[in-house]
């Protein structure tokens, strides 16, 4: 059992190389030396902390936020080396299992996120949830879907390159499917690929348009393999069913943007959504545009119709108890 700022992380790892939350850096770099090195068809568990690198706490307030430390954004646990991985080589990661640790948070970070020139103010809200749902706020519960939102291996170019932008190697993708059962194929530019995780998620809406999901802690375990000359040209993501859980009885809300920057239309449709949810729910519009980057997805509907092309934001009706 480890303690992990302010919460509980109690998964076994005693089968498995572990990499603990102190094995970390900050930065895509791909002269760090790898903090363990496993086989092709190992397992490997990894201590992941939140995206704020432990500069917000559950105790935390939104004056925490105006002062978060940008360097230390985004940290990740790692590298890993992967014997038999060479430039050229597909790296197969079996996603394994998650163990959250039941707090995370979401935030609204000045001049960050899709609507950031609209919501200029810090603003933080916690979270308390179990592996089933997120109690997000009274009648508000989302279902728990854990995830990785940062995972990659290290670029050909040299030097320290930032994790916020994902690369045609990973990184900070966002991508909500990447849940326990998942498998993610990597393009290795670097001997031995160095892998390495971080930025956890309870839950997390398609686009992340305030810029944070249920940030949180967590344990993650996973399988490496090497595909000998296979490498994507971009990562690719084999999901199972359930990370795509069928929509509720409650059925589906949805708000469209329609113009001809895809950008623009994005926002229209986030604007539109959370003007829906204060009307209908009461919420603020500050909480409100948080639960569209927590649970609602945004899809492109339409990039053929010239001159104009529709984005859509989906949210699933079942959040609302």
């Known amino acids: 059992m480890r303690a992990t700022r302010g919460v509980t992380l109690t998964m076994n790892t005693m089968s498995y190389k572990t990499l603990h939350q102190a094995q970390g850096h900050l930065g895509w770099d791909n002269g760090i030396e790898p903090r363990v090195r496993v086989g092709s068809g190992e397992s490997i568990a990894f201590e992941v902390v939140d995206a704020s690198g432990g500069q917000i706490t559950p105790e935390s307030t939104a004056e925490a936020v105006g002062r978060m430390d940008s360097a230390k954004i985004n940290p990740l646990t790692g ?104 498998v993610l194929r990597l393009p290795v530019e670097v001997s031995g690929a160095l892998l390495s995780v971080g930025d956890t998620h309870a839950a997390q809406g398609d686009g992340e348009v305030c810029g944070t999901a249920v940030e949180t802690a967590m344990n993650v375990r996973l ?74 997805d945004l899809h492109i509907s339409e990039v053929v119709d010239a001159p104009n092309w529709v984005v859509s934001a989906h949210l699933p009706l079942g959040v609302f108890a």
């Open 79 to 182: 590298p890993v080396y992967v014997d038999g991985a060479e430039p050229g080589d597909a790296l197969v990661v079996e996603l394994i299992a998650f163990e959250p640790s039941g707090w995370g948070w979401t935030a609204l970070i000045p001049g960050f996120g899709l609507l950031a020139d609209e919501f200029d103010t810090a603003y933080l809200h916690h979270s308390r949830y179990t592996s089933e749902a997120v109690a997000f706020a009274p009648g508000v519960r989302v279902p728990t879907r854990p995830f990785t939102g940062t995972i990659g291996v290290a670029p050909a170019e040299s030097g320290r390159h930032s994790v916020i932008p994902p690369r045609r190697v990973g990184g900070n993708m966002d991508t909500r499917d990447l849940v326990a059962g998942s």
């Open 223 to 296: 399988r490496v393999s090497v595909e000998k000359s296979a490498a994507p040209r971009f990562p690719q993501v084999w999901a199972p069913r359930h990370a795509r859980p069928e929509t509720t009885a409650a059925g589906t809300y949805i708000t469209t943007g329609i113009g001809d920057d895809l950008m623009t239309a994005a926002r229209d449709a986030v604007r539109e959504m959370i003007d829906h949810i204060v009307a209908t729910y009461g919420l603020t519009p500050e909480l409100a545009y948080c639960l569209c980057s927590v649970a609602a």
